[in-house]
């Protein structure tokens, strides 16, 4: 059993930024694959960004070049910084784990709010 507990989401203004930050529980985080998933009112959820334990990671084309996906293996953690939001961004933000990551997952946070206004 894994827990994901996701922090960092807020309200920000276009064209601003958020880190968002996803501690997970587990003695072998360095082995798992870590990705970001968001769902935005009235829409599925969707695949944000995905990073394997080699170090490669992978972007949605709605986020690439503004989002960036990292972990931190000493505190069991992996960050999504997020830059140039928009308010297309809005969502709540989830943190997954899984062998099937980006197509799906074993384990998910509870969500956190990001809401980006005009």
């Known amino acids: 059993q894994v827990q994901l507990v996701e922090s960092g989401g807020g309200l920000v203004q276009a064209g601003g930024s958020l880190r968002l930050s996803c501690a997970a529980s587990g003695r072998t985080f360095s082995r798992y694959t870590m990705g970001w998933f968001r769902q935005a009112p009235g829409k599925e959820r969707e695949f944000v960004a995905v990073r394997w334990s080699g170090g490669i990671s992978y972007y949605a084309d709605s986020v690439k070049g503004r989002f960036t996906i990292s972990r931190d293996n000493s505190k069991n953690t992996v960050y999504l910084q997020m830059n140039s939001l928009n308010p297309e961004d809005t969502a709540v933000y989830y943190c997954?784990?899984?062998?099937?990551?980006?197509?799906?997952?074993?384990?998910w946070g509870q969500g956190t709010q990001v809401t980006v206004s005009s």
């Open positions: 997954a784990t899984g062998d099937g990551l980006p197509r799906y997952a074993n384990y």
